[in-house]
């Protein structure tokens, strides 16, 4: 399909005799800001986890920037352009805060073929993506002496480090506060502005009602929506889903 | 090469009765690393721990070796209970397993080597039982009964703990904390409490093989090493956290190893089952039954 | 300080302590010395994966032992320049560790760690079985009594073993402050974020095995030399696995100057150890002061003492 960043057609995963996921076919289409949403063990983080390659799918393809990235390593599919946050923050315990986002730099921007940065360019851009989620107070620190919620915007700042063509945020806003989540908001609408395509899994419906594109819901391993978020909300099979919880 | 019948159908016997034996050895690591995901590389040091306890009974009051470690039961399963405290309070909460608790148990390991050393000295050690010595003899086949008897009782021993762990409600949480620590919680029971429990099995059942082994072979404190890399050898060919698949992976090395031993030589049976190990790892680490 | 000017401050660190040894008129400091420096290589070199990546080899011995080994098959071909020697005991270590890591690093740490164990065992067995390199009978290696320009040839031996020290410590303080070191240093706190991130992970770590392989494959060269009489039981000792961890653990396994700690404290200890109570004793107290520190003191004795630095600051 032409202009499809990315393109999901038939993915399933099982985990023994456990279906996570049951043939499901998406696309995103570049620029698009593509909500993802569902009721707890619905298979979103799962399907994340497949299409960054963390995860092998029995079956199905993943085809990004018209290219198929089935087999590839995941860190193959970052440096072709998709990052992903984790749903539970993974810093890197061991690392300032400031090279963690350091390490995106060097192993996926530097990687890229091209104007690798060079250490100068390396910090300015460290110290630009700490302002951006102001953390910047907090670059020499150790994630340890981060809040929760530091440690969540540390982690999209990661994501973002990686200078994606595709950002996948799994629930990046979980505890933030009101004008926090509006903060969130408006920087990743702000990115896509600048040409970088998002899927936003959330379970905060006003973020995602107001970031929303395009809104897909999956409940137990299956796609049961895929459209405008206004219509997806009044879907009935949507309403029962979430009310049937 | 010409095989005699005679030698190949005692050769595959003497697998079997040994594969026996090897289950029971496996069975606690089966709990420990299968179920609970503890890499307890120390676990042989227990059971050389059991076989030299067995060996001082049994010396001093004439008692027999696998009633002994019955009796001594209790005094492993604390331990073990004990161990996996240490073990939990210092790694597993912190997260630190992978090389910490590594080397904990490699340090547990080579102490206890290294204080029985200290105290046996290096000579081989044996326990006297009516069974050590005959053999049964059916036409050709020769069923030694030193290996007949810890066969059987490692075989009762998987029985039991095979019926534990699927009618009774430790034994079904113990299965499921592997899997959903949030529904054994929701369940009133404590994920660390069950953990203990299991791993306090684990070390239990190292006395009872512990014997088994001395009745099997006389015993020296560095016994113990050959042991790991058959354990782990069973534990992965048969399927992590399956005891029905470690019986069938123990009977496997068994015969292996024993037609290894038949028709090679015994200098290299150490080997086997290490080699067995690497091969499965690189080409089918989720074992024969794994998924 | 960068590494190159690092790497001429320890050249003369290193000539201070030969000449140094030279003073003082036993010989017995450079076999004794000779042993605490190859100590500093094969900690140094464990660290390199066990410390930086966080993936633990208890099968030290194995690599320390192919080198040795290589150093008595290649004698009984034609007998070659120790440094040479070493080049060669260097990569075929190198290579056995990048063949097994291959092998077993896509899985997890756990069964790396199991099958590193295996391999010293296969190894060992393979040794055992092998006629032309001595077997369980062992071999003997003929040493001469001196060399020109330096005098005994224990000396010859010692400046070989310190000229190692200096490249496995150089080697590892040039990692950490690379982006390799940042690679590895990932690896070690989270694995799945790394290759998010775009660390190549296996690649990172089949580098790390085959370096910390090829290190102490180098170490073990010279040992025949050194010893005289090989046997398989003394190669592939206990005795080198355990210091092998014990040392970085207790040291501190982040960065470099921990397992240089850790094995000129414990090398020496065990020295005086082995000569007043009992070589079985020494291995003891090896043994439970990892157990002691792996719980009391995780970052080991450099942990302590930034634990410390940092109290007096506050």
Redesign the interface.
């Known amino acids: 399909m032409p202009g499809a960043l990315l393109e999901v057609t038939g993915l399933s995963k099982r985990f023994g005799g456990f279906v996570a996921l049951d043939g499901i076919d998406l696309t995103v289409a570049e620029g698009e800001r593509v909500g993802l949403i569902g009721p707890n063990g619905s298979g979103k983080s799962t399907l994340v986890n497949c299409i960054c390659g963390t995860l092998v799918n029995e079956s199905g393809s993943v085809r990004f920037n018209g290219e198929t990235v089935d087999g590839l390593l995941t860190h193959e599919r970052t440096r072709r352009g998709m990052a992903r946050s984790f749903q539970l923050p993974r810093p890197f315990t061991t690392l300032t805060v400031a090279d963690n986002l350091r390490v995106p730099l060097l192993y996926t921007v530097n990687a890229r073929p091209g104007h690798a940065l060079s250490p100068t360019e390396l910090d300015a851009r460290c110290a630009e993506l700490l302002q951006l989620v102001a953390l910047a107070d907090k670059a020499r620190h150790l994630p340890r002496d981060l809040t929760q919620v530091e440690m969540r915007k540390l982690e999209l700042a990661r994501a973002m480090a990686a200078e994606p063509k595709l950002l996948i945020a799994d629930e990046a806003m979980a505890g933030l506060s009101q004008s926090e989540v509006d903060d969130i908001v408006g920087l990743l609408i702000r990115l896509n502005e600048h040409g970088i395509t998002i899927i936003l899994i959330e379970h905060i419906m006003r973020a995602v009602m107001k970031f929303s594109q395009r809104l897909i819901v999956l409940v137990s391993g299956k796609k049961i929506a895929d459209g405008m978020p206004d219509a997806v909300i009044r879907d009935p099979a949507v309403e029962r889903a979430y009310i049937g919880q | 090469m010409d095989i005699s019948f005679d030698l190949l159908i005692n050769a595959v016997i003497a697998g079997i009765l040994l594969g026996g034996f090897y289950t029971a050895v496996t069975l606690g690591v089966s709990i420990s690393f299968g179920i609970l995901d503890i890499v307890n590389i120390a676990h042989p040091a227990f059971i050389i721990l059991g076989s030299y306890i067995a060996y001082i009974v049994n010396t001093r009051l004439g008692i027999d070796p696998i009633a002994i470690s019955i009796i001594m039961l209790p005094v492993f399963y604390l331990l073990g209970a004990g161990v996996y405290q240490v073990y939990y309070e210092s790694f597993e909460r912190r997260g630190q397993e992978a090389l910490r608790g590594l080397s904990f148990f490699f340090g547990l390991l080579f102490v206890t080597e290294v204080m029985l050393i200290l105290v046996f000295g290096v000579d081989y050690r044996y326990v006297e039982a009516p069974y050590i010595g005959p053999s049964w003899r059916l036409g050709v086949m020769d069923f030694p009964l030193r290996m007949v008897v810890p066969c059987i009782a490692a075989l009762a021993l998987f029985a039991a703990l095979q019926l534990y762990l699927s009618y009774t409600f430790i034994g079904r949480a113990i299965t499921a904390v592997a899997q959903d620590q949030l529904a054994l919680r929701l369940m009133g029971a404590s994920p660390v409490r069950i953990k203990r429990i299991a791993f306090g099995i684990s070390i239990a059942t190292a006395s009872v093989a512990g014997a088994l082994l001395i009745i099997i072979q006389p015993v020296e404190p560095s016994v113990g090493r050959e042991y790991i890399g058959r354990v782990f050898a069973i534990c992965v060919l048969g399927g992590l956290g399956s005891l029905p698949g470690t019986v069938i992976g123990a009977m496997l090395l068994g015969v292996i190893e024993s037609f290894t031993a038949t028709f090679y030589g015994p200098s290299w049976a150490p080997a086997v089952a290490f080699g067995v190990l690497l091969l499965t790892l690189a080409f089918r680490p989720a074992g024969l039954l794994g998924r | 300080m960068r590494t190159r000017v690092f790497l001429l401050v320890m050249i003369a660190a290193a000539a201070v302590v030969f000449f140094a040894a030279r003073m003082v008129s036993n010989d017995y400091v450079f076999f004794a010395g000779y042993t605490v420096l190859q100590f500093v290589v094969l900690a140094t070199a464990w660290n390199i994966l ?2 930086y990546t ?1 993936y ?1 080899n ?1 099968g030290s011995a194995a690599f320390f032992a192919l080198g040795a080994y290589a150093t008595v098959f290649l004698h009984k071909l034609y007998p070659l320049p120790i440094p040479l020697l070493i080049l060669i005991g260097g990569a075929v270590s190198g290579i056995v560790g990048l063949g097994m890591g291959y ?2 690093l896509r ?1 997890r ?3 790396f ?3 590193t ?3 010293a ?2 190894l ?3 040794v ?2 092998w006629d032309y390199v001595g077997g369980s009978r062992g071999a003997y290696i003929i040493r001469p009594n001196e060399i020109a320009l330096i005098g005994p040839y224990v000396q010859y031996l010692f400046l070989l073993m310190l000229a190692l020290a200096v490249i496995s410590l150089t080697v590892a303080r040039g990692i950490e402050r690379s ?1 390799l070191g ?2 590895f ?2 690896i ?3 694995e ?11 690649r990172l770590k089949l580098i790390a095995t085959t370096l910390s392989g090829a290190l102490m494959g180098m170490a073990g060269a010279p040992f025949p030399y050194y010893i005289g009489y090989l046997q398989p039981s003394s190669a592939f000792g ?1 005795e080198y696995a ?1 210091n092998s ?2 040392m970085p ?1 207790i040291g501190g ?2 960065n470099w100057v921990g397992p240089l700690i850790g094995a000129i404290l414990l090398g020496s200890l065990q020295q005086i150890a082995t000569v007043t109570i009992s070589s ?2 020494n ?2 107290i090896v ?2 002061l ?2 002691a520190f ?2 009391i003191a ?1 970052n080991g004795i450099v942990g302590l003492v930034q634990n410390w630095m940092r109290g007096r600051t506050k």
């Open positions: 066990g410390g966080g633990v208890f092998l077993t899985l740490g756990a069964f760690a199991i099958a164990l295996a391999l065992v296969v060992q067995t393979l055992v079985n982006q940042y690679g240093a990932t070690r706190d989270d799945l974020a790394a290759e998010a991130s775009g660390v190549p992970t296996l206990l355990v961890i014990a653990m396994t982040t079985a004793v291995l003891l043994g439970l990892l157990v792996v719980i995780p």
